[in-house]
């Protein structure tokens, strides 16, 4: 049976999450939603829908269902998952000054969510009003962009261009493999939000990053860098278990976050990696297209690591 895949969504207060919510509760999809939200008054929900409203769950006239986290939301996806509710996705928001790590990490360590769900994206919702002072003022927005998959910059419009090409730059800074999505005046497609697998052209990111990173040199207010390590050659499955307990589980409190697609020996299916801190899962995927280069990308997030760590130990993963 597929697993049901989750997208978090995270960004600070005013950066947009409930009107987001609030669009796809509305707009009408192929796809049924569960959304978990830490509160009803959140999305702001008519009292009568509350009013039917069994065990924290709310069927909604176009079908999706809105969960209340009530403060606990491994607990609220756990009741979600044993109702008789059926949903094709999940949305979790979180509170504004959440770290989503721990969320991420129930969906890899917690064998009976492992088993239902898959962790699609971590979507951030920033100000582009706000973000870059907020990037000084506080460490959250700094780890909210370095771990998300994708991100989506609001009210884009309150703000010049020269301030837009500002944020661009430091948000690649911080996590270049990230898909950026500028919403103009709410403007927003929700299937952007879904199925997001590395980018092509990781190593032209990388680069790019590196170039910022040197630009700002003296004024980066976060340890948090990224790293790309990428092999054309095929990896050893044994060896690739042995470099991720050796080097990545072993470094999981410097590693906030780590992803990669990998192409392995004897197999005709591409492995998806993804881990949080001490927690991980190598999962077997869709099988490698007749005109796909098999390549292995692996992308690391973490503080105060250097890509001399951990390059060479993934390239003895090759045969």
């Known amino acids: 049976m597929p697993r049901i895949p989750v997208t978090i969504l995270t960004g600070f207060l005013g950066a947009g999450k409930t009107t987001l919510l609030n669009r796809l509760l509305q707009e009408n999809t192929d ?40 403060g606990d939301t491994v607990k609220a996806i756990t009741s979600l998952l044993a109702s008789d509710k059926n949903f094709d996705r999940v949305i979790i928001e979180t509170t504004g000054l959440a770290d989503p790590l721990p969320l991420a990490k129930a969906f890899i360590n917690r064998p009976s969510l492992e088993k239902a769900f898959s962790l699609d994206a971590i979507t951030t919702l920033v100000d582009a009003s706000t973000l870059l002072e907020r990037l000084i003022d506080t460490e959250e927005a700094v780890k909210q962009i370095a771990i998300a998959d994708i991100i989506v910059i609001t009210k884009s419009d309150l703000v010049d261009a020269q301030r837009l090409m500002d944020i661009g730059s430091k948000i690649t800074e911080l996590n270049p493999s990230a898909k950026i999505i500028i919403a103009v005046k709410g403007g927003l497609q929700v299937s952007e939000l879904f199925n997001t697998p590395l980018p092509a052209d990781t190593e032209r990111l990388h680069a ?5 990173q040197k630009n700002n040199e003296g004024h980066s207010h976060s340890d948090i860098t990224s790293i790309h390590l990428r092999e054309t050659a095929p990896l050893d499955l044994a060896k690739v278990s042995r470099f991720i307990g050796e080097y990545l589980v072993a470094n999981g409190d410097r590693l906030l976050r780590y992803k990669g697609i990998f192409s392995i020996s004897g197999r005709a299916e591409r492995f998806v990696f993804q881990g949080v801190q001490f927690n991980f899962e190598l999962l077997p995927d869709r099988a490698w297209l007749p005109n796909e280069e098999r390549k292995s990308d692996l992308i690391l997030i973490g503080t105060q690591i250097e890509k001399a760590e951990f390059s060479s130990a993934f390239s003895a993963c090759t045969i």
């Open 31 to 70: 796809q049924k939603f569960a959304v978990v939200v830490n509160e009803f008054g959140d999305i702001g929900l008519d009292g009568s829908l509350l009013d039917g409203a069994q065990n924290g769950l709310v069927e909604l006239n176009g079908g999706a269902i809105c969960c209340a986290a009530m």
């Open 208 to 212: 790019k990053a590196a170039e910022a």
